[in-house]
């Protein structure tokens, strides 16, 4: 039986010489692949008290749809800027050069409920925890954050997501 480590392809030297890829596209095109990471996932927030799940643009979404169904909970989409027609809530963020801003809309998540975030790579975690500060900044309570891969090399758990219920499926030493 295949692990969902088997899933992953390793692409050297992209998008840059020296870097390795960590290519989660291997689990999307297996249907074996991609059911053993939603089961993964699931089994994550088995037993855990959660309101809904909200996942990131766009691989969160891929992840966090499913969960959402699995568990009858709604899903909310968490988006960049721009993309959502209802009134919003929004999060900058830095980038190595620059900022990117995310948005929720006002009405997505009401005071006290708890969420469920899902994203499919922590590397340096800054989206996540503009995510995150949009959530609290509703009233909810951030119950779990779930990553499909985790680069560890970032340290995003000891630093940008220090403090927070973070659980990835794989984590791979380096960036």
Do not use: N, W
């Amino acid at each position: 039986m295949k692990s969902l480590r088997d899933y992953i392809y390793e692409i050297p030297d992209f998008p840059a010489p020296g870097i390795l890829f960590r290519d989660i596209t291997g689990i999307l095109d297996s249907g074996a692949g991609f059911g053993l990471c939603c089961a993964d996932l699931a089994d994550a927030v088995a037993g855990l008290d959660f309101d809904l799940v909200a996942g990131i643009e766009s691989r969160g979404f891929i992840f966090g749809a499913p969960l959402a169904e699995r568990f009858h909970k709604p899903f909310v989409p968490v988006r960049k800027m721009g993309k959502l027609p209802r009134k919003t809530v929004s999060q900058s963020y830095a980038l190595e050069y620059g900022t990117a801003t995310i948005e929720m809309h006002e009405d997505a998540v009401k005071p006290g409920q708890r969420v469920v975030l899902v994203d499919d790579l922590l590397a340096t975690g800054g989206t996540m925890a503009a995510a995150c500060s949009l959530v609290e900044r509703l009233g909810g309570v951030v119950a779990k954050i779930l990553f499909v891969v985790e680069l560890a090399g970032f340290r995003a758990r000891e630093t940008t997501l220090a403090g927070r219920p973070v659980v990835t499926l794989l984590s791979y030493d380096g960036k």
